[in-house]
T-cell receptor, first 118, second 110 residues
Framework: DQQVKQNSPSLSVQEGRISILNCDYT??????FLWYKKYPAEGPTFLIS?????DKNEDGRFTVFLNKSAKHLSLHIVPSQPGDSAVYFC?????????????????FGKGTKLTVNP | DGGITQSPKYLFRKEGQNVTLSCEQNLNHDAMYWYRQDPGQGLRLIYYSQIVNDFQKGDIAEGYSVSREKKESFPLTVTSAQKNPTAFYLCASNRGGLEFFGPGTRLTVL
């Protein structure tokens, strides 16, 4: 049973436009959410996170929105750049995850491959 | 430069053989992790270690073993008991909320 779902395996957008990557979760105990970006043959890099006490977190061109009632989060990238082309993983945990200094395990989605066309 | 080193980048082994994947970090991080990524899948936690000489099983530990004799090193052994070992293996480390992933090792069982 997949607890974190990224239903779109791929997304293609034009440079300068908005990219919206979606993620749904089923475990109501999840209260900490992260997005990672991964280039081929490299390890993932942390992008942005949000805890359930917020519904929005912004960092430069990246904004994550959390809708707790719908168990849905999304990552917005504005404006999209060709260098943003990568696989984006959504991850969730019940409490502060290991990889952020806490003690809880992260559950990852399958990823969405974003292609930004020049 | 500080970082995480995983070697080799590509590894091939014959079915039935054990193989050890290296993970070294010079970041002075206490916690280290091993993840596995399969095509079209998210990362799944194999083992993790919060401190030297201590480690815990993750979600898919069967067929794997680890050791943490030194803070800098967290090798992962893929044993012959692992039924489907072909995958991309990622090592990560963390200290105080700052985390880093290594470049990964792609293991192929022939």
């Amino acid at each position: 049973d997949q607890q974190v779902k990224q239903n779109s395996p791929s997304l293609s957008v034009q440079e300068g436009r908005i990219s919206i990557l979606n993620c749904d979760y089923t475990n109501s105990m999840f209260d900490y959410f992260l997005w990672y970006k991964k280039y081929p043959a490299e390890g993932p890099t942390f992008l942005i996170s949000i805890s359930s006490i917020k519904d929005k977190n912004e960092d430069g061109r990246f904004t994550v929105f959390l809708n707790k009632s719908a168990k849905h989060l999304s990552l917005h990238i504005v404006p999209s750049q060709p260098g943003d082309s990568a696989v984006y993983f959504c991850a969730a945990s019940a409490g502060m995850p290991h990889l952020q200094g806490g003690s809880e395990k992260l559950v990852f989605g399958k990823g969405t491959k974003l292609t930004v066309n020049p | 430069d500080g970082g995480i080193t995983q070697s080799p980048k590509y590894l091939f082994r014959k079915e039935g053989q054990n193989v050890t994947l290296s993970c070294e970090q010079n970041l002075n991080h206490d916690a280290m992790y091993w993840y596995r990524q399969d095509p079209g899948q998210g990362l799944r936690l194999i083992y993790y270690s919060q401190i030297v000489n201590d480690f815990q099983k993750g979600d898919i530990a069967e067929g794997y073993s680890v050791s943490r004799e030194k803070k800098e090193s967290f090798p992962l052994t893929v044993t012959s008991a692992q039924k489907n070992p072909t995958a991309f293996y990622l090592c990560a480390s963390n200290r105080g909320g700052l985390e880093f992933f290594g470049p990964g090792t792609r293991l192929t069982v022939l």
